[in-house]
């Protein structure tokens, strides 16, 4: 009797030990698992602010058209066959935007508008000849402002996403020609137009979440609003003569931009 109560006892014994062995071992797996690693997401709106240098690979302003009284100032030099009107300035804005990300792509759409110093004068003297008395011709196609209307897509590395963009573009762009000759008499003519040009842009970028809820970005854009022709006159002294120049109003540009996302940038992973 003692020897089966004994043996009761260590089995016993042995089967809390174990039963508490598997319970603290049970435990410690829970206790080792990592909390759930959180995910950033693009997805949401946005809005900031962008700043950037415009610049054109080639000049503008060719002479396309000119009635006969002009032949002798073409041929001579003494109105140029080309301007070399030249894009080159600063501008700054703002910019709205949504994104969608689906595992590591994105999609999104962005508007944007900003005010604009783009375009220089360019000058072109003729000390006179072949019959034409001097003159002084420049040529000017300024862009005053420029928005877009785009589309993005790109792929997403945790808080950095690289992207391709593109859709419309518009501005507002100024243009002037003028032929000067001396004396005045001689021809004093110019002309200008002003209206609000419709394209298209597109480029890529680079933006990276750099804090909570905020981003900078890098950015490349080719913008073309198209060409338009200015003609220039002398209603003094020649009233039926006139000459047309053609400009095309094309720029590359490259800007930084700093965005507030709107909402959080962290969703926690489930497993």
């Given amino acids: 009797m003692k020897r089966y109560f004994g043996w009761a006892f260590a089995t016993a014994s ?21 909390p759930p690693a959180p ?67 994105l999609v999104g759409v962005e508007t944007d508008i900003q005010g604009a110093d783009i375009g220089r004068t360019s000058t072109v003297i003729f000390p006179g000849g072949g019959g034409i008395v001097p003159s002084v011709s420049t040529g000017r196609d300024h862009i ?19 992207y391709a963009t593109g859709g419309l573009a518009y501005g507002g762009v100024r243009t002037s020609v003028t032929n000067l000759f001396t004396p005045a008499t001689s021809g004093n003519f110019a002309g200008s137009d002003s209206s609000t040009r419709v394209g298209w842009a597109a480029g890529a970028g680079v ?10 970005r890098g950015e490349y854009l080719h913008v073309d609003l198209g060409r338009s022709n200015v003609t220039m006159f002398d209603p003094v002294n020649f009233p039926t003569d006139s000459a047309t120049y053609r400009f095309n109003h094309v720029v590359d540009a490259v800007r930084v931009g700093v965005n507030y996302r709107f909402g959080s940038t962290a969703v926690v992973a489930k497993y």
């Fill in 39 to 105: 995910i950033y997401s693009w997805t949401g709106w946005y809005a900031g602010v962008n700043g950037g240098w415009a610049f054109d690979t080639t000049s503008t302003g060719s002479l396309v058209a000119f009635t006969p009284p002009f032949t002798g100032a073409v041929t001579a030099g003494g109105t140029p066959s080309f301007l070399g009107a030249k894009h080159e300035g600063g501008f700054g804005g703002g910019q709205v935007g949504y994104n969608w990300q689906m595992a590591n792509w």
């Fill in 14 to 34: 042995l089967l809390s030990i174990a039963t508490m062995g598997a319970a603290s071992a049970a435990d410690m797996a829970v206790k080792a698992l990592p």
């Fill in 144 to 162: 005053d402002w420029f928005g877009t209307l785009r589309g993005r897509v790109g792929v997403t590395t945790g808080p950095v996403l690289f």
């Fill in 207 to 216: 933006e990276w979440g750099f804090a909570p809820n905020w981003t900078v």
